[in-house]
């Protein structure tokens, strides 16, 4: 059974001051999310994803359409004990410490002492906050306040959580971090929902996505799939006496580029590449990497997204602009 | 049950937390203590001044701590959108009410008991007031405490759909209109039209009427003989009742327009 299945989901918000107009955030949108897995819901700036998140939470009412989590409507209190959400820029009660803050969590989902106290501090050196457990949210930066936010959607030890925008506002440490404790979930069997538009971080975690634009679904499936994975080519670095080898090794291959005291060759096909390689140690080059050409989950979402791109609609609230 | 006291625990923390509110309780003992001056300006009349001007600044500081904590109640959880994560929880819309709505009575109890304490603190250190007056402070005071409770649901319901000021704005004018629901009552009598009569009576039930807590005055608790309101706990008892049922109506209002609302 799909942990979270959405049927035709749509959502109009009401736009105009005197003359409401609705403006679809939303358009019948339906997919289903399989128990264990890792889904990337991908999309630019006002796509739909948090609406999509937040129809899911309950925190918005769809104009048509149904979403299931875990067997339950949206609207099932009993399910949202079940589940984990972390909301996009989170922000939360700034008088409490982080401490002060899951437990407080805690007990809205009924955890009691002692078990919530070991809870909290697990979830405290999880995060790596526990050192700045007694210290008040409002002196916390961005990152450890996104870090407070994962914490306390993990409280209930989830089945599934939902993560909109984990890695927003981390430095690169902090989104592998954030990366790790995703992983870490996945290990444990619990079902991870997370949209981003930070594309090497759902390549690197990702078993499925989906992609939206503009409220409509563009695709969904295995990234492989969806990448139509084909190498295009290699990348070979190569370090040493690059001044005089630059013009032996340029006119086997497409392209070559010195990067300081580096030579980065571009071999547009197998054939180039051995030829290449053949020669290195010829030219007493050292060999430093061979990495293989494929498009990006980056290349392939700005083709999407343009082919997809329809005359701009009036941009809706629950938007955060309209993606040209 | 237990989200709504959860939510009420949490509640009475972020408002004692809140430095706004002791700065309102330090200008409330402040007066109630100059009271004691100023007493000294009348003629044998020192207690009664203590009593009205203690009983006033109860009244009137405690109506500004439920209208700025109250207008904040909900829309500061909207605004910072600290409720998002809050109701993706196992939390019912009207459970958050609730709780924000008991944590916030809460909270005033405990300032109006410290007022109060500041005042009997004032009556006992004058040494003119009797044993019986100090006694009969507390039921002038729990009168005081039921309206700030209707106060304080007014405000949480402009709060769920207004802006903070507009909303401090309804409720003001509400607490003072309601002052004056005897005379909409006696204006509807003498009224030639019907129409009017019917709009005065309508607007006399509908609006808070805050005249059936007017116990809180010094000569219910000095036992003067010329105020007509005896120690009655039926009266006691019909304005808690009272109480409770607009503050259902109301709470139950601001309950409805929550659920309706989508969290963009």
Request: proline share 4%; glycine share 8%.
């Amino acid at each position: 059974m799909p942990v979270v299945e959405i049927e035709n989901l749509t959502k109009d918000f009401l736009v105009g001051f005197w003359r409401k107009r609705p403006a679809r955030a939303l358009d019948g949108l339906s997919l289903q999310v399989r128990r264990g897995e890792i889904f990337g819901f991908l999309g630019p700036n006002g796509a739909g994803k948090s609406t999509t998140i937040k129809l899911l939470m309950h925190l918005l009412r769809p104009t048509s359409g149904q979403a299931r989590i875990l067997g339950a409507p949206v609207d099932s209190v009993a399910m949202h004990g079940k589940i984990g959400y972390l909301p996009e820029n989170p922000y939360f009660y700034d008088y409490l410490t982080p401490e002060e803050l899951l437990r407080y969590v805690g007990r809205l989902f009924g955890c009691r002492r002692p078990e919530l106290g070991r809870k909290v501090d697990a979830l405290l050196e999880t995060v790596g906050l526990a050192e700045a457990r007694s210290t008040q949210l409002r002196k916390f930066s961005k990152g450890m306040v996104q870090r407070i936010g994962i914490a306390q959607a993990l409280v209930n030890d989830p089945e599934v959580v939902f993560l909109d925008e984990p890695m927003s506002g981390l430095d690169p440490l902090g989104r592998m971090e954030v990366r790790r404790i995703i992983a870490s979930l996945k290990a444990r069997g619990v079902t991870v929902f997370f949209s981003s538009h930070i594309l090497p971080d759902v390549e690197a975690l990702c078993d499925r996505v989906a992609i939206l634009n503009r409220g409509r679904l563009q695709e969904v499936g295995a990234l492989e799939e969806i990448l139509k994975v084909r190498i295009e080519g290699h990348e070979i670095l190569l370090s040493g006496a690059i001044a005089d080898a630059a013009g032996a090794i340029g006119v086997l291959c497409d392209e070559v580029r010195a990067m300081g005291d580096r030579l980065r060759v571009r071999a547009g096909s197998q054939a180039q590449m051995e030829a290449v390689l053949s020669k290195v140690f010829d030219l007493g080059l050292e060999l430093i990497s061979v990495n293989p050409i494929r498009p990006s989950l980056e290349d392939y979402f700005f083709q999407e997204v343009r082919a997809g791109a329809r005359p701009p609609a009036a941009g809706f609230p629950g938007g955060k602009g309209v993606a040209s | 049950m237990n989200s709504v006291l959860v939510i009420a625990q949490n509640t009475f923390r972020e408002n004692v937390r809140d430095k706004v509110l002791y700065n309102l309780i330090l200008f409330a003992l402040i007066l109630i203590i100059s009271s004691l001056l100023i007493g000294q300006l009348s003629l044998g009349n020192e207690v009664r001044i203590i009593l009205d001007l203690g009983l006033a600044s109860i009244s009137v500081f405690g109506m500004l701590i439920a209208v700025f904590l109250g207008i904040g109640l909900v829309y500061k959880e909207l605004d910072k959108r600290t409720v998002y994560a809050l109701l993706a929880k196992p939390v019912h819309r009207h459970a958050f009410i609730l709780g924000k709505y008991l944590g916030l009575l809460l909270t005033l109890l405990v300032n109006v008991a410290i007022m109060t304490a500041g005042l009997a603190l004032a009556l006992l250190y004058h040494g003119g007031a009797s044993w019986g007056a100090l006694v009969r402070l507390v039921p002038a005071v729990f009168m005081i405490f039921l309206s700030l409770a209707m106060v304080t649901a007014l405000a949480l319901l402009f709060s769920t759909f207004s802006t903070p000021a507009l909303s401090a704005l309804f409720t003001f004018l509400l607490w003072v209109a309601g002052h004056f629901g005897k005379d909409l009552l006696r204006f509807g009598e003498i009224a030639q039209s019907a129409v009017l009569r019917w709009i005065s009576v309508g607007a006399y039930y509908v609006l808070p009427n805050f005249s059936v807590f007017t116990i809180a005055d010094s000569r219910y608790i000095t036992r003067d003989a010329t105020y007509p309101l005896a120690a009655d706990p039926l009266l006691v008892g019909g304005a808690a009742l009272y109480c409770v049922l607009y503050c259902a109506v109301v709470l139950s209002l601001a309950v409805l327009v929550f659920l309706r609302r989508d969290f963009k």
